[in-house]
C-alpha cells in the first residue's frame, strides 16, 4: 500500500499539475467551456461570450481532458510497467486513485479555495460578481458526487486501466 500510495500522490500529482493548470487558464479566458459547471444564479446572469473566449474554449476545453487523461493512463501505465506481474484490477485502483486525488484538488484547491474563497477578480464572470453562488461551497460537492461526477470519477479510470494494460511495457 505504501508504494502504492507514493505512486498515486509523487506520480500522479505530478502528472495531474499540466491539466489543473490548464483548468485555471480556463476559468480565466476560456468560460464557456465550463459554463454549465457554475451555480444556477452565476449561469443565469453571464452575458454572451465573446467569439475569442468561444474560440479559446475548443482549443482548452478539450486540451484540458486530454491532458487530465494523459496524466491518469501515465500513472497508470507507469505503475503497471514497474511491475509486470500488476494486472487490469491493479491498474483499475491506480486510475482511480489517481482520479480521485485530481477530484480532490478541483474540489479543494480550485473549486472551494480559489473560486469561493479568495475569489480573484479574474476567475469573476462580468456582470455575476455578487451572486451568492460564488460562495456556494455546497454547490461544489454536490457535483463531485452528482451522477456525472460519479461517472467519470469511476467510469473513466475502468476505461484508462483497460488502456494501460493493452499497451506495450
Not at 486530454?66 to 505503475?79: D, E, F, I, P, Q
Not at 467510469?155 to 493493452?166: I, Q, S
Amino acid at each position: 500500500m505504501g508504494s502504492w500510495l507514493w505512486h498515486a500522490l509523487v506520480f500522479g500529482g505530478g502528472s495531474l499539475l499540466i491539466p489543473t493548470a490548464i483548468l485555471l487558464v480556463c476559468l480565466r479566458w476560456a468560460r464557456p467551456a465550463f459554463a454549465d459547471d457554475y451555480p444556477p444564479d452565476i449561469q443565469s446572469r453571464m452575458p454572451p461570450f465573446t467569439r475569442t473566449e468561444r474560440r479559446l474554449s475548443w482549443v482548452l476545453g478539450p486540451a484540458f481532458i486530454l491532458t487530465l487523461l494523459a496524466a491518469v493512463l501515465w500513472t497508470t501505465w507507469s505503475w503497471l510497467d514497474a511491475d509486470p506481474a500488476r494486472g487490469l484490477l491493479s491498474a483499475y485502483g491506480m486510475a482511480l486513485g489517481t482520479a480521485a486525488l485530481f477530484c480532490l484538488v478541483d474540489l479543494v484547491l480550485v473549486d472551494w479555495l480559489i473560486i469561493c474563497r479568495w475569489r480573484p477578480s479574474w476567475v469573476i464572470i462580468p456582470g455575476t460578481a455578487d451572486a451568492a453562488g460564488w460562495g456556494d461551497y455546497g454547490f461544489h460537492l454536490r457535483a463531485q458526487f452528482s451522477g456525472k461526477g460519479l461517472l467519470a470519477l469511476f467510469g473513466l479510470p475502468a476505461a484508462v486501466a483497460a488502456v494501460a494494460v493493452l499497451l506495450p511495457r
